[in-house]
């Protein structure tokens, strides 16, 4: 964890563009769907939980740049206090803003009604534990959406993010089949997922 805050204190100052060259370059995203994947989550609800904000980029283009949905009121929660700054000054004023740990949410269980989580599950200590984090405090109905970094296979990709996991900037490899049983195993039932190059889309819904 301490190694991950040290490496976001420098990834903060650049986060935008390099994630985006990452996200595109590596893992072959399409950032147009995903912006679209995750404005579709207000069809679930306008209260939204949004973990591993960084520094707001995207969960501003998503679900606040748009007409298809009233804005939603938004609490955002990310490790980092260097990447909050910066997504302070992007959201809302009525944001509810938390540093905290997605490994220990702090919120009571069965109390929100949709979780975003847009590339957060590389880089918490444990995507498996996160995603039990979320089923926990998901209400009975209520839904988590996000997206997953899968490992490329082509071994150069796979060398880079072994480099950036030793420098702090994710935490673990992510297989499909790996992610998919861990939502079954926290409770999830799999409503909707989508493959774009090695970005995985998914929607799971607690029972």
Not at 4 to 32: D, H, K, Q
Not at 121 to 137: T, W
């Amino acid at each position: 964890m301490k190694k991950t805050l040290e490496a976001y204190r420098f990834y903060s100052i650049f986060y935008a563009p390099i994630a985006l060259l990452a996200y595109t370059w590596i893992w072959r995203g399409n950032i147009f769907k995903q912006i679209r994947f995750f404005r579709d989550s207000l069809q679930c609800n306008l209260h939204v939980l949004d973990l591993a904000t960084g520094d707001g980029t995207l969960t501003r283009a998503a679900l606040l740049k748009q007409k298809t949905y009233p804005k939603p009121h938004l609490t955002v929660l990310d490790i980092s206090p260097d990447m909050l700054r910066k997504a302070i000054s992007k959201l809302p004023s009525d944001t509810t803003v938390i540093q905290g740990d997605v490994m220990n949410l702090p919120f009571e269980a069965n109390s929100q009604p949709l979780v975003t989580c847009f590339g957060g599950c590389n880089s918490f200590p444990s995507a498996e534990g996160a995603l039990q984090e979320m089923y926990r405090v998901l209400q009975p109905g209520g839904y988590v959406r996000g997206s997953v970094l899968l490992l490329p296979k082509a071994p150069w990709k796979q060398r880079k993010i072994h480099a950036w996991i030793e420098k702090g900037y994710q935490s673990e490899v992510i297989h499909l089949e790996a992610f998919v049983s861990w939502l079954h195993q926290a409770g999830f039932t799999l409503t909707s997922k989508l493959r774009m190059g090695d970005v995985l889309l998914f929607e799971g819904r607690k029972g």
